[in-house]
């Protein structure tokens, strides 16, 4: 029988953040790290909060509003709506972005499966008027090694500078059909006498946002083509 593993926890993606701008987590990587080995229900109440951190600053250094109260699985949601997850190579292709999205969705699925392990197993977590069922080592693991991989990734992804090289207005002038859908959808922006176009104003504000939707536009008139074209070839049976 192969003996345990004795070495020391490490958490990669946490500590690199850390490393690249986020100290204030470093007493969470810490006390996380040791509480795999030494405490293994703790790890479920430190392994939630981390991730809290890391979203938090995250939306506070991009300057995205969030709401003090917001829960973990809030968090990530909002976080995941602003980050440019896909390359700007690939910002366009519906398909990808739709697997991108089910990824997302399992990560947010293993958050929402570590809230529940911390409500049920945690050590510090709430009150309880029974004791609660000793998680070993191995379970703690999977909590810490989850948290891990979402406070690398997203980490990782704010930090990386996804800005085209071509020049703002360049591209968003390349969409005028899309354009014109959005400001028709929304309505001119006024501003005492001056006055905005909806669709400039999400391209400047909410660039990642600008081109999810404009990707979906993209792919519905591809698609809407495509039809027509069919239906325009199609045979007549007399």
Known sequence: MAEADTSPFVMHGARDAVACG????????????????????????LARPLVES?????????????????????????VSMHLP????????????RKSLAQ???????????????????GFASHGAGAPRPAMESVQALLAAEAAD???G????????DRRPSASPRALYEASPAFNESVDEAHGMIRIYEAEFRPSE??????????????????????????????SGTAEVTP
């Open 22 to 45: 986020l100290v204030h987590i470093e007493q969470q990587v810490h006390a996380l790290e040791l509480a795999v080995a030494e405490n293994p229900g703790l790890a479920f109440d």
């Open 54 to 78: 890391v979203c938090r600053a995250v939306l506070g250094e991009r300057s995205i509003a969030f709401g003090e109260a917001d829960d973990l699985p809030k968090l990530f949601k909002t």
């Open 85 to 96: 997850f896909l390359p700007t190579s690939a910002s366009e292709a519906a398909e990808t």
């Open 103 to 121: 990824t997302l969705n399992g990560l947010s699925i293993a958050i929402q499966g570590n809230c529940e392990l911390r409500n049920q197993c």
């Open 149 to 151: 991989t979402i406070v």
């Open 153 to 160: 990734f997203l980490h990782r992804v704010h930090r990386q």
């Open 201 to 230: 104003v999400l391209f400047h504000m909410e660039p990642e946002t600008y081109r999810v939707y404009r990707a979906e536009f993209d792919a519905e008139s591809e698609y809407t083509e495509v039809g027509m074209v069919d």
